[in-house]
């Protein structure tokens, strides 16, 4: 083994790890052991945060990572991954369709109008730098130096 096929190796198996550990996040719903924030709407009380009923999409979204020189970068195919992991604020316009309602016993018919709502997501994370993640990638690293140093000496000795 060389220092190339060390960096491609070690590289590779980060990525699977890493991968598994984030997906690990999606099962316990929490980001290594901190649970997410609950849902406010309580009328489903047995939905899961972020896998819920929905389609998966945001879990399946975790797409393959990309290598950036000697460093690997997870892309998303989903516009709302960034807002989950990090939470923050959606500043978005809502539609009001035309309605009508009674008050003191009079109906009363409201035209249709907009406005602009301010929706605060807590922050669920669900991929990104941890200690435990450093600790596994430091079991890697240091398993295949091993195996790099005995062929070196192999090498040596032949």
Do not use: C
């Not at 096929?5 to 890493?18: G, N």
């Not at 970068?73 to 992991?85: G, L, R, S």
């Not at 109008?113 to 600790?135: C, E, W, Y």
Request: proline share 4%; charged share 30%; no cysteine.
């Amino acid at each position: 083994m060389n220092f190339q096929q060390f960096t491609d190796k070690t590289l590779k198996d980060i990525e699977i790890k890493a991968t598994e550990l984030f997906d690990r996040n999606f099962e316990k719903q929490g980001f290594f052991g901190t649970k997410w924030a609950a849902r406010k709407n309580g009328s489903d009380p047995g939905r899961g945060i972020l896998i819920g009923k929905g389609s998966g999409r945001l879990r399946r979204g975790v797409k393959t990572p990309k290598r950036n020189g000697n460093s690997i970068v997870w892309n998303f195919d989903v516009p709302y991954a960034k807002i989950h992991n990090e939470g923050g604020t959606i500043k978005a316009t809502q539609n009001v369709r035309p309605f009508s309602r009674t008050v003191k016993g009079k109906e009363q018919k409201v035209k249709a109008f907009t406005r602009s709502v301010n929706i605060k997501m807590p922050q669920r994370q669900f991929i990104g730098d941890h200690p435990q993640l450093r600790a596994a990638i430091e079991v890697i690293v240091n398993r295949n130096a091993k195996k790099l140093i005995n062929d070196f000496k192999k090498n040596l000795k032949s």
